[in-house]
């Protein structure tokens, strides 16, 4: 078949560095290395021009995108996109960004969804983005409600979507994704010694990376580490991610929190943290917490658990799924809750070296190859 691949969310502002912008590439990198008859069309933003060293049988096409106004590439999608694949022949479009599913049908349509995030809290989004981007996302749901498959991540997120989209299951596929191959334990001490030289953290830290949106539950994992400080920790919390550093009202509501609980010298935001380091982060850490009430998957969680760090995670959506018997749970909506999974861990050295143990047996069922494997499957059988 002609396949086409939707390369954009990698570059793309808003994604290229979350777990959407690193998963399309990184599947596109495996895809195009595994073997394989099938002819790949990549599409990307125009102008720029992604290099793959495979001998997979591929062209690439620059799509018109919006720079300033990088919102509304929906609407130029909207208006173009149907055409520019009719014209490439292709037999199956693999759309990576909902918000990039063709309108018009000249070819199979495949949607690769991530979660249904936007939609399970429509009253939260509607309050958090602008208009145009509202108009986006309802033009996408209609998009998904007429994919021909829909690819997700967890089985939670295939309820979701079963749920809201009212579809038979057999036409949601849950493929577990993978993370960068470089994920893995680093020597503790070295990395203490990199953090220390690059971002200025000299002391034990407790860790988390992610987004600062409401979902990722903050101002509570704020105030349990008031409280972990309250009982002897004398290290800091460090935050990671490019949005802490952003003029935004939800990081200026956790700012304005951490003066009211006068931790300004415990919390640390080193910014977005590139891949080649994250391992150096969770190896270092005293342990990896992640509150959130509500993903899809939960890469950072995986991540975490491929560097063999001591995990501290809430008992809700998908991160269950991922994390198994690898971390230690707590209730994302009680703060006592948080800081006894951290008093369990923290003070029990034989419970962190069991979850140790267990990161080596869990985190060998998320690999790119069994991602690749399973959609090349799915591509074959629909030959």
């Given at each position: ?8 969310p990698?570059?793309?502002?808003n ?146 979507i ?13 493929i577990?994704?993978s993370c960068?191959?470089s ?22 830290f ?8 409401f ?27 490019e ?24 919390v ?11 391992p ?16 899809g ?34 209730d ?11 008093e ?18 869990q ?6 190859k ?14």
């Amino acid at each position: 078949m002609r396949i086409g691949f939707d390369l954009r969310p990698s570059s793309r502002v808003n994604s290229r560095r979350r777990g959407i912008g690193k998963y399309t590439f990184h599947l596109a990198t495996e895809l195009l290395s595994a073997p394989s008859q099938h002819e790949f069309v990549l599409y990307h933003a125009k102008g720029q021009h992604p290099t793959f060293d495979s001998g997979q049988q591929k062209r690439q096409v620059g799509l018109p995108e919006l720079t300033r106004a990088h919102r509304l590439n929906w609407l130029v999608d909207h208006l173009f996109l149907g055409r520019r694949l009719a014209r490439d022949g292709l037999d199956l479009f693999h759309a990576t960004d909902v918000t990039s599913i063709p309108s018009s049908r000249t070819c199979e349509v495949w949607a690769h969804v991530h979660d249904l995030i936007p939609f399970m809290f429509w009253a939260e989004t509607k309050q958090s983005l602008p208009w145009d981007y509202i108009g986006a996302l309802k033009w996408a749901l209609r998009r998904m409600t007429h994919s021909d498959l829909i690819i997700t991540d967890s089985d939670h997120s295939k309820r979701d979507i079963c749920g809201k989209l009212d579809r038979p299951e057999e036409s949601v596929r849950v493929i577990y994704p993978s993370c960068h191959p470089s994920f893995g334990p680093r020597d503790r001490e070295e990395s203490r010694a990199i953090l220390a030289q690059q971002f200025a953290i000299h002391d034990p830290f407790l860790f988390y990376v992610g987004g600062s949106d409401f979902r990722k539950n903050l101002p509570r994992l704020l105030t349990a580490f008031r409280r972990i400080v309250d009982l002897g920790y004398s290290g800091k919390l460090v935050l990671a991610g490019e949005s802490f550093l952003w003029n935004i009202e939800e990081v200026r509501l956790l700012k304005q929190q951490i003066e009211k609980e006068r931790t300004q010298r415990f919390v640390l935001f080193p910014g977005y943290v590139p891949d080649r380091l994250l391992p150096n982060f969770y190896s270092a850490c005293d342990l990896f917490i992640f509150p959130s009430l509500y993903e899809g998957f939960g890469l950072p969680v995986l991540e975490a658990i491929r560097c063999e760090a001591k995990v501290l995670a809430s008992r809700s959506s998908s991160i269950p799924e991922v994390a198994g018997e690898a971390a230690e749970y707590f209730d994302p909506e009680d703060e006592n809750s948080i800081v006894d999974a951290f008093e369990r861990v923290f003070d029990n050295p034989s419970r962190g070296e069991e979850l140790t143990r267990m990161c080596r047996h869990q985190s060998d069922r998320f690999s790119w190859k069994n991602v690749v494997g399973q959609i090349l499957d799915l591509y074959d059988s629909r030959k």
